[in-house]
């Protein structure tokens, strides 16, 4: 096995020209660190910038000013081949008329290696992957997933430092999908390669990730593990656009180093301090749905919204002209309350968190 590698993208930026000379900032002034044997997800909205991201990564584009390190060198100029990377792409891209063996055997051949070499190494791929039953048949007579798990043992084979992601389980269904997450997740671990992924599937990127990279208008928002990311947002974006948020409005009556207390329409809640914000300052905070203690007795407030979704209940309450979101993990809950009844609930006080905008 190879040494792992750093990545490091330093004020990279991608400038498009359309067609009509305008210019497009696809990507712009970019920082990232991935660690060695590192998995980190590139997320965000349709445009925001990733893919760009990753194509300049595996040598697709050039960057218009930047710098990509890969271990210590920087490949931002390079063409793919002269990069030490391997793509696993969100169509499968193998060859149609070749089995399962001399799909991953191509890229091996193209290198003139001995024959000796390359059985014993596509058998290795096969046993990782468990395909050596399916080392003879063709594309087309396997499914999307089996497909997918070729090219990914294609990629793998090739021994590069860094692997590159693009959507690759995006034309499977949910659950194929779950079941390819976790198979990748294990895979990566075992081979220990570092690995940059895209999607816009924030809970693939909550399953696979070391590190999330929250991405918008071609800008970083936020780098963090998935529950940094989940439960320490730094602004609305990344708070709304990870799981469901409710962000209300506060205002901070006192405060020291490390704690603040909040005015809640009455109700004064002491909380972690996570920005400079003090005495007297009115605040935005996030409070997930499932962090409401039902039963509580600081609010009251009527059912607009009551749905049984299995493993948890679903509420909308109306309360100070704005529509919280509350869930409630217990469905084997005698009592549910209907659409027009009142719900009584309390903030769990460690769970309210202050964001910096
Ligand atoms: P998606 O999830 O839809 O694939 P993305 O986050 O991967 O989106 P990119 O494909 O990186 O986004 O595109 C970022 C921005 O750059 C978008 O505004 C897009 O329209 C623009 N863009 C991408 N490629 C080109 C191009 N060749 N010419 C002009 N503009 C481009």
């Known amino acids: 096995m190879k040494d792992k590698i ?14 009509k000379n305008d210019q497009v900032r696809a990507v712009d002034n970019v ?140 034309n499977l269904d949910a659950k194929l999908r779950i079941h390819m997450r976790d198979e990748i997740r294990k895979i990566q671990k075992q081979v220990g390669i570092s690995s940059i992924y895209v999607t816009h599937d924030q809970e693939e990127a909550m399953g696979l990730s070391d590190k999330i990279v929250i991405m918008r208008d071609g800008t970083i928002q936020q780098v963090g593990s998935p529950r940094e990311i989940y439960q320490k947002p730094v602004n609305e974006f990344v708070a709304q656009f990870i799981g469901r948020a409710n962000i209300l409005e506060g205002t901070i009556v006192a405060d020291n180093k490390d704690r603040v207390s909040l005015d809640i329409h009455g109700v004064v809640y002491e909380t972690e301090r996570t920005t400079g914000h003090g005495a007297g300052d009115r605040v935005k905070f996030m409070i997930r749905p499932e962090s409401f203690l039902i039963g509580g007795k600081d609010f009251t407030a009527p059912v607009t919204k009551s749905v049984f979704m299995g493993s948890h209940h679903e509420y909308e309450v109306e309360l100070f002209g704005k529509i919280f979101e509350i869930s409630e993990n217990n469905p084997m809950r005698k009592v549910t309350i209907d659409v027009g009844e009142n719900l009584s609930f309390s903030m769990d006080p460690n769970s309210i968190h202050i964001l910096e905008q």
């Open 6 to 19: 750093k990545v490091e993208l330093r004020n990279l930026t991608k400038t498009f020209v359309t067609n």
């Open 31 to 170: 920082n990232l660190t991935i660690n060695p044997g590192e998995f980190v997800c590139l997320l965000g909205p349709s445009g925001c910038g990733k893919t760009t991201t990753l194509r300049m990564l595996a040598g697709f584009e050039i960057p218009t000013s930047g710098e990509i390190f890969i271990g210590d060198r920087n490949v931002a100029n390079l063409t793919p081949d002269k990069r030490d990377t391997a793509m696993v792409f969100q169509n499968y891209a193998l060859f149609p008329h070749l089995n399962v063996y001399d799909n991953i055997a191509y890229g091996l051949k193209l290198q003139k290696l001995p024959k000796a070499e390359i059985r014993e190494r596509v058998d290795k791929i096969l046993k990782l992957m468990k395909m050596e039953d399916f080392a003879l048949r063709v594309p087309s007579e396997m499914s999307g997933g089996q497909q997918q798990r070729v090219s990914l043992a294609r990629a793998l084979i090739m021994e590069s430092g860094v692997l590159l992601f693009d959507e690759p389980l995006s």
